[in-house]
């Protein structure tokens, strides 16, 4: 069993570094191949982007988000990310059959259906599934090839990267906050506007699936540093009752 975190930003791996993370996810190649290099100690796995070109060269070690991925997974070191919507044991054992190394269950899975899941799979494949949950993060609600930012400010230029060094929201008619970023893809990414936010679960989670992932997405190094030594006091059990605030 292990806790590791998805990152999207260099600050983000700060928080990280020397804390005893299994491994430390990285979404966008250029990132990827600097932190790489730079932090040599580190376990530090290439992250596909929801959306990307698989005929590229495919790193050995990766987390793939869409069935694409899959062709790749007998001859290298494959993870599969929770938006392949995994909610059955049948097909956590069609996705091992073809290689892949663990799996990420669907962020949308009840506490009853997982229990069933893995029950099931013990029962027909006699032995545990290699799976990871995400308990952390802002998810994914949308994915725009149109881009809002761009639009607004009048900018025309592709890969303009506006979006990171600004923060931007998209308000709905109610006043809620959906929190924007684009890949470096320029896919445009719409969040959901409160967090994922299992902490209070986490001991519960960790006995039953073991492998547990907090993914960062607009958090700056102070509130990644926040988020992941609590997770991690509860992980390691130091301080069962520290919670944070879902909002």
Known sequence: SALRVLIRKEEQILPLLNKGIEEIYVKGRRLFERLKSKYPDEKIVYAFNRIEDYSKDVINQSLISENGGLIFAKDKNIYSDVYLNITNSRALAFLSSLGVKR?????????????????????????????????????????????????????????????????????????????????????????????????????????????????????????????????????????????????
């Open 103 to 247: 799996t990420g269950i669907s962020l949308e899975i009840s506490k009853s259906s997982l229990e069933l899941m893995i029950e099931n799979y013990k029962k027909n494949y006699y032995t545990n599934p290699t799976i990871e949950m995400v308990v952390y993060g802002h998810v994914d609600l949308m994915l725009s090839k149109y881009c809002p930012i761009a639009k607004v400010n009048g900018n025309k230029q592709k890969h303009c990267m506006e979006c990171h060094l600004n923060k931007y929201e998209l308000e709905d008619r109610l006043g809620v906050k959906f929190p924007l970023e684009g890949d470096d893809n320029c896919i445009m990414h719409i969040y959901n506007s409160r967090r994922l936010h299992l902490l209070e679960y986490l001991k519960e989670i960790k006995g039953l699936v073991g492998n547990v992932r907090l993914d960062f997405t607009i958090e700056s190094k102070e509130e990644a540093e926040q988020i992941v030594d609590a997770y991690l006091s509860v992980y390691n059990e130091e301080y069962e009752s520290l919670i944070l605030d879902n909002v």
